[in-house]
């Protein structure tokens, strides 16, 4: 195979938003104040971080932004390694700046890293990560770009304020790597890279210093992440990467390269890291990953961690976590002031964020299993499907019983495996230390009765205790 061909970019290859004359300019007028407001405004959000570089180059980043998204829309990008099969809380600053930028008018680009996964990202880390088979990054890959796509429609449906958006693309960059000889790409791109400006990275000194030192595979992404860059840069006009903070070393190295083989200028904008109370950073490796799939993290469980953020956290995250105007933030700020028994801000970011990620329906079904919980409401717990309630009850023991004539809560209890035999399992009912849907049982021979025992949706909760629940779904009802 041919060794990769480097070419310049042509400056006719940037994409164009359609849209009627007007449109555009209104909405940066209300929201942005410009398209170098957009810069401007996520900074003082705290959404962007760090750009670089700041200053030197024939365009500056501002002024790339400033010569009217109509006929000049940008294209960003940010890539996501499937080291897991689902995103988590941490990637989200990263999909709110890349749908900031999109909702300006501007083109966006999130690169599921296929390829980059196999040697792993030393950024930010102590030791190196462990090697992942290659059918395990591809069925990453696939959860990765199902659940970005599924983030994609529920930011269209649920967050469309009437006017002209640009595109978001989900790429996977194993797509052009499975074409490259590796011998061929050292050939074209090795050379291009000097090994005293990669040796000088920050993620690199930190490594190198390490017990563990550093092994080459994880040296040399850099230089892959450097080409991604490149790659989008030739064949969709990408002139700006958007990476966490931890990310600035590798976006340098992209620069370098385009600017060494172009003489064209990019640009890097970082995002914050996302830290728990302790510091340390959220994520999958930290083991304090609040998941963005449902399968590993409830939309219940995910409102939940938002509405439990301290008040001194909670005015930052929502000008980071929301597209809520600051004029509307101040609001609920002052409210809260007034009355911070009710925790305003913290359940309206909570619902935004879980909205963003799950849907609608989603931040229905957390707001439903929270009555349930936290509120006792059998109204909730009624319309509750078998998985929300598998969802909320997680460590539950769950059952499925033919509903015979006279069932009494004993035989329910005994049937379900939540008593023991004998008198012991008779007086745990008998004393009040059993409920069924949030009601304190104690006539161990009382027959269950649909509507009061068994809900609409023929499930019943049993609770032994304080935190022993069951779930008992109903057959021939």
Known sequence: ???????????????????????????????????????????????FKEFFPERGTKIELPELFDRGTANFPQTIYCGFDPTADSLHVGHL??????????????????????????????????????????????????????????????????????????????????????????????????????????????????????????????????????????????????????????????????????????????????VPLITSTTGAKLGKSAGNAVWLNRDKTSPFELYQFFVRQQDDLVERYLKLFTFLPLPEIDHIMQLHDKEPEKRGPQKRLAAEVTKLVHGQEGLNSAKRCTQALYHSSTDALEVMSDQELKELFKEASFSELVLDPGTSVLDTCRKANAIPDGPRGYRMITEGGVSINHRQVTN????????EHILKNGLSLLKIGKRNFYIIKWLQL
């Open 1 to 47: 195979m041919a060794a990769p061909t480097l070419r310049c970019f042509s400056r006719g290859r940037w994409f164009r938003t359609p849209g009627p004359p007007g449109v555009l300019l209104l909405g940066l007028r209300e929201s942005h104040s410009g398209a170098q407001g957009l810069l401007a405004v996520q900074k003082a959000r705290g959404l």
């Open 444 to 451: 161990p021979e009382s027959v269950l009765v649909v509507g």
């Open 93 to 270: 600053l990263a999909l709110l700046g890349l749908f900031h930028f999109q909702r300006a008018g501007h083109n966006v680009i999130a690169l599921v890293g296929g390829a980059t996964a196999r040697l792993g990202d030393p950024s930010g880390r102590t030791k190196e990560r462990e090697a992942l088979e290659p059918e395990r990054v591809r069925s990453n890959a696939r959860a990765l770009r199902q659940g970005l796509e599924a983030m994609v429609a529920n930011h269209q449906q649920l967050f469309a304020n009437g006017r002209t958006w640009g595109s978001f693309t989900v790429l996977d960059n194993s797509a052009w790597y499975q074409k490259q000889h590796l011998v061929d790409f050292l050939a074209a791109v090795g050379g291009q890279f000097r090994m005293g400006t990669l040796l000088s990275r920050q993620s690199v000194q930190t490594r190198l210093k390490s017990p563990e030192g550093m092994s080459l595979a994880e040296f040399l992404y850099q230089v892959l992440q450097a080409y991604d860059f490149y790659y989008l840069f030739q064949h969709y006009g990408c002139r700006v990467q958007l990476g966490g903070s931890d990310q600035l070393g590798n976006i340098m190295s992209g620069y370098e390269f385009i600017h060494k083989l172009t003489g064209e200028d990019v640009f890097g904008i970082t």
